[in-house]
C-alpha cells in the first residue's frame, strides 16, 4: 500500500497560518502533519457519526454521553490544544466505540419505530400512475410521505439507500411503496432525468441537480442544494402537488426483483442450519462485502467481479450502496440459506457486527478466528466512523478500497496495518486466494 503523495497536511484554522493561507508542511504552531491528520481522521470519523444521531434524534432518540464525546472530539482538535499523535490514535478508537453506541441508538430507534426489517422482495420496475422517488436515507422522511400519500393514487420508489426501507413492517405496509429504481447514489443525474416524477432528497448522497430536473426536485432534514426547494419539518404537500402536476410512468418491469430486508434476529433464525452447513463443509466463508459506493474505476470492476468469483459454498453478507454493485446477481443458496444477504443501509453496520459477534458465540471462537472476512468499500466520513469501530473491535484483516483513505500517510499506515493487519484491495482472484488460503 502506498501512501497518499499529495500535500502532507493543511490547516488553516488561526490566524498563524503560513502567509495567511494555509500550513502545508509543518504548523507555525509545531503541529506535526501526522498530527493534523489525526486530528481530521477523528473529525471525519465523528462527522460519520453525526448521520446516525441526527436520523436516531428525528425519531426521538438520543444519548448525552454520545454529545459529550463530541465535545471532546472538536475540542481536541482545536488550536493548540492536543499535539500528541498517539492520543488521537486512542480517541479515534474511542470514536469508533462511541460509534457503535450510536448506531445501537438508531437501529433500536428504526426497530421501535417500523419493526424489525423483514427478507421482502422489491420490484426495480415502473407501475402505472404518477409517482415520486426518495433518495438518501431519511426513513422518517419516507414515512411521513407515505402517510401524506396515501390514497392519492401516487406511487413512491426508493432509490438507493432506501431499498431496505422496503423491509420494515411499518413501511411496507403501504400499498403504493412501489419498488427501487436506479442503483447508487451517484446515477442521480441520469436517473431523475429519465423519469419525470418529483423527487425527494432526504439526506447525503444527494447530487447538484441538472437542469432539466432541478424544479421536480426537493430537499428535507440536512439536504440541500442550490436552487431547489427545501422543506423544513414534515409536511410535503408541496412535493404531492408537484407530483399530481407531472405525467404517470407507464407499467414496466425492471430487470431484477431484489431482495432486502434480512434483521439481525432473521439471520440467527437460521444460526443452527449454518452451524451444521459449516459443520459439514457445505459454507466455507463467509464475507461481507459492501460499503459506500464510490464513482471509480476500481469499484465499478473490482467488487462485483470479487462477488462472482466466489467459490459457491461461500456467503456473502451485504450492506449499502456498494451493494448495487452485485445485487442483480443470482446468487443461488445454500441448502436453503441465501448466498447474498442484504442487511441493510450503511446505517444497518451494527447489524453485521452484532452478527459476526453472535457466529462467534455460536463457534465458541473470536470473530478473528471465524471463517469471516469484510471487504469494504468506502466513499465518506460514515464510512470512516465504521471502520474505526471495527478496529474498537478488535476486528483484523479488512480488505478497504477502492483507494487507501487520502489522509492515511504513511506513519499512519504503519498503525493500521502493524494493529489491525489492514489491507487494500488489489486483484479479485488474488485476494479471494489470499483470504481462503488464510495467508
Ligand atoms: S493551528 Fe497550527 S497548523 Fe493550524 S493554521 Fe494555526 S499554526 Fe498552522
Ligand atoms: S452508503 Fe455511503 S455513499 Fe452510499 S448513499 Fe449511503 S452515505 Fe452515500
Not at 7 to 21: A, D, I, N, P, R
Not at 274 to 284: D, H, N, P, W, Y
Not at 391 to 397: D, M, N, R, V
Request: charged share 25%; with cysteine.
Amino acid at each position: 500500500m502506498a501512501e497518499n503523495k499529495g500535500l502532507k497536511m493543511f490547516c488553516y484554522q488561526c490566524s498563524q497560518t503560513v502567509g495567511g493561507t494555509g500550513c502545508t508542511v509543518k504548523g507555525v504552531c509545531g503541529k506535526e502533519p501526522t498530527v493534523a491528520r489525526l486530528q481530521d481522521n477523528v473529525l471525519l470519523a465523528t462527522r460519520g457519526m453525526s448521520a446516525y444521531l441526527y436520523h436516531a434524534r428525528e425519531l426521538g432518540y438520543s444519548d448525552p454521553e454520545i454529545d459529550a464525546f463530541l465535545e471532546r472530539v472538536f475540542y481536541a482538535t482545536f488550536t493548540n490544544v492536543n499535539f500528541d499523535a498517539e492520543s488521537l490514535v486512542q480517541m479515534a478508537v474511542e470514536a469508533g466505540e462511541m460509534n457503535i453506541r450510536t448506531m445501537r441508538l438508531l437501529k433500536k430507534a428504526h426497530i421501535e419505530t417500523y419493526g424489525e426489517p423483514q427478507p421482502t422482495q422489491v420490484r426495480t420496475g415502473t407501475m402505472k400512475g404518477k409517482g415520486i422517488i426518495v433518495t438518501g436515507h431519511g426513513l422518517k422522511a419516507l414515512g411521513e410521505l407515505l402517510k401524506q400519500t396515501e390514497g392519492t393514487g401516487i406511487n413512491i420508489y426508493t432509490h438507493s439507500e432506501l431499498l431496505p426501507a422496503h423491509g420494515y413492517p411499518a413501511l411496507k405496509k403501504y400499498k403504493h411503496l412501489v419498488g427501487n429504481l436506479g442503483k447508487a447514489w451517484w446515477d442521480q443525474k441520469k436517473l431523475f432525468s429519465q423519469y419525470p416524477v418529483a423527487i425527494l432528497g432526504t439526506s447525503n448522497c444527494v447530487l447538484i441537480p441538472s437542469d432539466n430536473y432541478r424544479d421536480r426536485m426537493f430537499t428535507t432534514g440536512p439536504a440541500r442544494l442550490p436552487n431547489v426547494t427545501h422543506i423544513d419539518g414534515y409536511d410535503y404537500t408541496s412535493v404531492v402537488e408537484k407530483a399530481k402536476s407531472l405525467p404517470e410512468l407507464p407499467d414496466e418491469n425492471g430487470d431484477v426483483v431484489l431482495t432486502t430486508g434480512f434483521s439481525k434476529s432473521v439471520v440467527l433464525s437460521l444460526a443452527d442450519k449454518i452451524k451444521s452447513l459449516v459443520e459439514a463443509g457445505k459454507i466455507r466463508h463467509f464475507f461481507l462485502v459492501g460499503g459506500c459506493d464510490a464513482p471509480l474505476r476500481k469499484s465499478a470492476s473490482y467488487y462485483r467481479q470479487f462477488v462472482e468469483k466466489l467459490p459457491k459454498d461461500t456467503i456473502i453478507l451485504t450492506l449499502a450502496c456498494g451493494k448495487f454493485r452485485f445485487n442483480d446477481l443470482d446468487l443461488g443458496d445454500i441448502d436453503g440459506i441465501p448466498r447474498l444477504i442484504d442487511l441493510g443501509q450503511c446505517n444497518d453496520s451494527i447489524v453485521a457486527v452484532e452478527i459476526a459477534q453472535a457466529l462467534a458465540e455460536l463457534f465458541d471462537v473470536s470473530v478473528n478466528e471465524l471463517p469471516l472476512t469484510l471487504v469494504l468499500s468506502w466513499m465518506e466520513q460514515k464510512a470512516v466512523a465504521i471502520l474505526w469501530s471495527l478496529f474498537a473491535l478488535g476486528i483484523k484483516g479488512i480488505y478497504i478500497g477502492p483507494i487507501l483513505p487520502a489522509w492515511v500517510n504513511d506513519d499512519i499506515l504503519k498503525v493500521l496495518q502493524d494493529k489491525w493487519d489492514l489491507h487494500l484491495i488489489g486483484e479479485p482472484e488474488d485476494d479471494i486466494k489470499r483470504i481462503l488460503k488464510g495467508v
